[in-house]
């Protein structure tokens, strides 16, 4: 047989050719990889993605209309639709959500995973009216579990500690230390034990422990959400407020002290070897957004999109309830969280700081490429 002969393709042909191949190269580009190879997330019910769907809680959102804007329905996200950490997974560049730890398989892990439970709290005793929930200790150990399985699936510890290094963690606890424990007294002591400064101290230091367990496992690109305004919630609102629109100045004044002591503590954890701490101030983005919505594209800012009672805060959304119409108009979803508007606000800004005020001292777009 004898040899082939090649023949070049005709002009039009060659053209389409070419195209077709930057075409191939433009959705490459566009599309890219994630600025990170993993993100691992920790916090409460703003957070949670389905982990307490299976525990004896009440603290789950694994019924509509939970859900109703998202694409996989009810999945125990506390929100119309996504969380803040969807939003920010997405701007990282992630083609899928991070994954609720309690379903993630093992090569999930090397994504990421989230860890976070409703009612959690830095101390072991928060949320616990509301029965089982992972409290921050908790979801650390299930994070230790989950780097002992990367350490067998990367073959050892060195190449484990490389890969976390390069992840995204974001750590947001706190909240519920304030609504379901020290603004409870008929159920917690802490509001007798402590000032608001003193709980805040406790708190802190605790906090600070617990973060040192995520260094000392690999972190160190990480991000500590401060607790918003929760003295602006439907549900404080509706019990401690006159009018149902000022918010409980006793609450966000508590909370504040706590945020003011978190930027000393990233300050603190940035001094150790490789880490490189931020904070997000929520509370301060959610200020700025209090203080002009309709700048945001909202129109209701006191009242829950879904709930029962004065401003829609007695309660959480009831199983198959009727929520609002025009969800994108509303800040709170429930009488506790915010809808997906306001969430992809927060995750934004968290992203990529509107403000200097947003980030101390970088966003996560810069925390990625450090």
């Given at each position: 047989?004898?040899?082939?002969?090649?023949?070049?393709?005709?002009?039009?042909?060659?053209?389409?050719?070419?195209?077709?191949?930057?075409?191939?190269?433009?959705?490459?580009?566009?599309?890219?990889?994630?600025?990170?190879?993993?993100?691992?997330?920790?916090?409460?019910s703003?957070?949670?993605n389905?982990?307490?769907?299976?525990?004896?809680?009440?603290?789950?959102?694994?019924?509509?209309?939970?859900?109703?804007?998202?694409?996989?329905?009810?999945?125990?996200?506390?929100?119309n639709?996504?969380?803040?950490?969807?939003?920010?997974?997405?701007?990282?560049?992630?083609?899928?959500?991070?994954?609720?730890?309690?379903?993630?398989?093992?090569?999930?892990?090397?994504?990421?995973?989230?860890?976070?439970?409703?009612?959690?709290?830095?101390?072991?005793?928060?949320?616990?009216?509301?029965?089982?929930?992972?409290?921050?200790?908790?979801?650390?150990?299930?994070?230790?579990?989950a780097?002992?399985?990367?350490?067998?699936?990367?073959?050892?510890?060195?190449?484990?500690?490389?890969?976390?290094?390069?992840?995204?963690?974001?750590?947001?606890?706190?909240?519920?230390?304030?609504?379901?424990?020290?603004?409870?007294?008929?159920?917690?002591?802490?509001?007798?034990?402590y000032?608001?400064?003193?709980?805040?101290?406790?708190?802190?230091?605790?906090?600070?422990?617990?973060?040192?367990?995520?260094?000392?496992?690999?972190?160190?690109?990480?991000?500590?959400?401060?607790?918003?305004?929760?003295?602006?919630?439907?549900?404080?609102?509706?019990?401690?407020?006159?009018d149902?629109?000022?918010?409980?100045?006793?609450?966000?004044?508590?909370?504040?002290?706590?945020?003011?002591?978190?930027?000393?503590?990233?300050?603190?954890?940035?001094?150790?070897?490789?880490?490189?701490?931020?904070?997000?101030?929520?509370?301060?983005?959610?200020?700025?957004?209090?203080?002009?919505?309709g700048?945001?594209?909202?129109?209701?800012?006191?009242?829950?999109?879904?709930?029962?009672?004065?401003?829609?805060?007695?309660?959480?959304?009831l199983?198959?309830?009727?929520?609002?119409?025009?969800?994108?108009?509303?800040?709170?979803?429930?009488?506790?969280?915010?809808?997906?508007?306001?969430?992809?606000?927060?995750?934004?800004?968290?992203?990529?700081?509107?403000?200097?005020?947003?980030?101390?001292?970088?966003?996560?777009?810069?925390?990625?490429?450090?």
């Open positions: 047989m004898g040899r082939a002969t090649m023949r070049w393709p005709q002009p039009a042909l060659m053209l389409l050719v070419v195209a077709a191949r930057l075409a191939t190269v433009a959705v490459v580009v566009v599309r890219g990889e994630p600025q990170v190879p993993c993100y691992f997330v920790f916090g409460d703003l957070v949670d389905g982990n307490n769907n299976d525990i004896a809680s009440l603290a789950r959102a694994n019924y509509p209309p939970y859900g109703i804007d998202f694409a996989g329905g009810a999945t125990g996200r506390f929100s639709g996504l969380t803040t950490v969807d939003a920010i997974s997405r701007l990282l560049g992630f083609d899928d959500y991070i994954p609720a730890y309690a379903g993630a398989s093992g090569d999930q892990l090397l994504t990421g995973v989230n860890f976070a439970s409703a009612a959690a709290g830095i101390r072991d005793e928060t949320g616990q009216q509301l029965g089982q929930r992972i409290s921050f200790g908790g979801q650390l150990q299930n994070y230790q579990a780097v002992q399985q990367l350490v067998s699936i990367l073959g050892d510890e060195d190449s484990a500690a490389n890969h976390l290094s390069q992840c995204i963690f974001t750590v947001g606890m706190g909240s519920n230390d304030y609504l379901n424990n020290y603004f409870m007294p008929a159920v917690y002591s802490t509001s007798q034990q000032t608001p400064a003193q709980y805040a101290d406790v708190l802190i230091d605790q906090y600070s422990q617990q973060v040192r367990t995520l260094y000392n496992y690999g972190a160190r690109k990480v991000a500590l959400m401060g607790v918003g305004q929760v003295g602006c919630s439907p549900n404080e609102l509706a019990q401690h407020s006159a149902g629109a000022t918010c409980v100045p006793e609450i966000n004044g508590a909370i504040d002290i706590f945020n003011r002591k978190l930027v000393a503590l990233v300050d603190q954890f940035n001094a150790l070897p490789g880490a490189h701490f931020t904070y997000i101030n929520v509370y301060g983005i959610f200020e700025d957004i209090l203080r002009a919505p700048s945001h594209g909202l129109t209701v800012t006191n009242r829950g999109c879904c709930g029962v009672g004065r401003n829609n805060g007695q309660v959480t959304c199983p198959f309830q009727t929520p609002c119409a025009n969800r994108n108009e509303y800040l709170f979803w429930d009488a506790f969280h915010p809808t997906e508007a306001a969430n992809v606000l927060v995750g934004r800004r968290a992203y990529s700081a509107a403000q200097p005020s947003d980030v101390h001292p970088v966003d996560l777009r810069t925390l990625a490429q450090l």
